[in-house]
């Protein structure tokens, strides 16, 4: 058996050509979609991040605007510059680069952004929604599975689906919008007993541990779905995935590449969930 490949950046780019027609609509009405991006420090690969949603939001006509703010900046300037972002009619979408530095409280940061703007999903209001199924934005690599997943036409509906990782960026919400979607759902962690048991009776693999080539075929029941979450900068310099993907491949009835999978789509997710509070916008004033 050779795993189907689940190609990221073919089904981002069909997103986004969807996308780029709502946008246009949008703007027409006087509505253009904007995305401020607030970067604290220079981490290298959070800059990265930052550069690729610049070229996903100039690439689609969403207004773009990054802060690029010192590694020292104070928590309340920080403060007073989101709030100044949630005052602003220019901008429909704010996002926080993580990580913060140190000194920085990530949870009052997130809890600074208004709800209606909070493109993230981190928003306590936002996690709220998703957990007891009310509408509201979900965070985007999630979000970005799920949407993987339809687009290739697998369902989760009845299936058994193991997530390996508990964090509040992916695990947790992914485990909440698989249950949603009608799966019946395992979280694992560092303090499961038996991993190896229990992901090999799961029809659905998710990693977002970030451990590079975590994942082995020992963990992988032949045909399931194994979807690579993870990033990981290797000593050489290459990019490795949660899953060793060489050799799961060979058992896996689909599987996602790192690069070229999950990281396509979670940008493609906060290009949809701007658009969306833009139309929310739009929707509120008429």
Known sequence: MTALILDGKKIANELMARLHKEIDSLIESGARPGLAVVLVGEDPASQVYVRNKEKACADLGIHSVVHRLDSDTSQDKLIDLIRALN???????????????????????????SAEKDVDGFHPISVGNLLIGDEGFVPCTPAGV???MRSAGISVDG???????????VGKPMAALLIRENATVTVCHSKTANLQEVTREADVIVAAIGRP??????????????????VNRLPDGKLAGDVDFEAVKEIASAITPVPGGVGRMTIAMLMKNTVEAARKTLESSR
Do not use: C, W
């Not at 299936?159 to 960026?169: E, F, L, P, Q, T």
């Open 87 to 113: 005052e602003s009619s220019e901008i429909h979408g704010i996002l926080v680069q993580k990580p913060l530095p140190g000194h920085i409280d990530d949870k009052a940061v997130i809890g600074a952004i």
């Open 146 to 148: 799920i949407e993987m």
């Open 159 to 169: 299936k058994r689906v193991a997530v390996i990782g508990r964090s509040n960026i």
């Open 213 to 230: 080539n975590f994942v082995t075929p020992e963990y992988v029941k032949p045909g399931a779905v194994v979807i690579d979450v993870g």
